[in-house]
Nanobody, 127 residues
Framework: QVQVMESGGGLVQAGGSLNLSCTASGLTFNGRAMAWFRQAPGKEREGVSC????????YYTASTSGRFAISRGNAKNTLYLQMRSLTVEDTATYYCAAAANAYCSTQWSRLEKYSYWGQGTQVTVSS
C-alpha cells in the first residue's frame, strides 16, 4: 500500500521560513521524480518544484525560484522543501506527489504526470 505523507506546515509571519517534509512508503522512492504542489483557496493546484530521482535536474515555478529549495534523501524515502522569505501569497495547502517516472521534464507541473499524492499540509503566512 502506497502512503505519501507531508509534515511541517504551520503559521509563519511574512519574511519567515518554514521547512516541509514528505515521507513515502510502498513505492520505489529512488526511482521516481518527486514534486511539491500547492493549492490556495479558490485557485487551481499549481506546481511548486520538482526533483528528479537522482537529485537533478530540479525545476521551480517562477514565483518560488530563489526562495524555495527542494531536496530529497533517498535513503530515508523523504522529500524536503525549504521555504524562506515567505509572503502571504505563499499561503496554501502544500502537497507532495510521486511521479510515474524518474525524471522531471519540462512538463513537470502537469498534474497527470504524478501517480501518488499526499493529503497536504497547510502553510499560512500572516502579514
Amino acid at each position: 500500500q502506497v502512503q505519501v505523507m507531508e509534515s511541517g506546515g504551520g503559521l509563519v509571519q511574512a519574511g519567515g521560513s518554514l521547512n516541509l517534509s514528505c515521507t513515502a512508503s510502498g513505492l520505489t522512492f529512488n526511482g521516481r521524480a518527486m514534486a511539491w504542489f500547492r493549492q490556495a483557496p479558490g485557485k487551481e493546484r499549481e506546481g511548486v518544484s520538482c526533483v528528479s530521482a537522482s537529485g537533478n535536474p530540479k525545476y521551480y515555478t517562477a514565483s518560488t525560484s530563489g526562495r524555495f529549495a527542494i531536496s530529497r534523501g533517498n535513503a530515508k524515502n523523504t522529500l524536503y522543501l525549504q521555504m524562506r522569505s515567505l509572503t502571504v501569497e505563499d499561503t496554501a495547502t502544500y502537497y507532495c506527489a510521486a511521479a510515474a517516472n524518474a525524471y522531471c521534464s519540462t512538463q513537470w507541473s502537469r498534474l497527470e504526470k504524478y501517480s501518488y499524492w499526499g493529503q497536504g499540509t497547510q502553510v499560512t503566512v500572516s502579514s
